[in-house]
């Protein structure tokens, strides 16, 4: 059973940064597209960037150019960097696979974007 875990969650300001990690009990360049989603309270889930194992990417609109996927071989884990944060990115975000049956969803990390 593969596992998700996602950390690096927080309270920030408006126009402040974080740094997701997510890290698989699988190794996660043998997955064709992986990808972070959010879910804010009240709303569904929401596919938020994805990045192919040959390490192309992709945003939603309402994230492009604030955010960015990236991977770390030797670490195995997922990475989104968070720039220019606004209050609507607050949600509950969780990395998964994409457009294959997903993996059973990690417990995500808590985003906070208040002043």
């Known amino acids: 059973q593969v596992q998700l875990v996602e950390s690096g969650g927080g309270l920030v300001q408006p126009g402040g940064s974080l740094r997701l990690s997510c890290a698989a009990s699988v190794n996660i360049f043998s997955i064709n597209v992986m990808g972070w989603y959010r879910q804010a309270p009240g709303k569904k889930r929401e596919l938020v960037a994805i990045i192919t194992s040959v390490g192309s990417t992709n945003y939603a609109d309402s994230v492009k150019g604030r955010f960015t996927i990236f991977t770390d071989e030797r670490k195995n884990a997922v990475y989104l960097q968070m720039r220019r944060l606004k209050p609507e990115d607050s949600a509950v975000y969780y990395c998964?696979?994409?457009?294959?049956?997903?993996?059973?969803w990690g417990q995500g990390t808590q985003v906070t974007v208040s002043s």
């Open positions: 998964n696979r994409v457009g294959e049956t997903q993996y059973n």
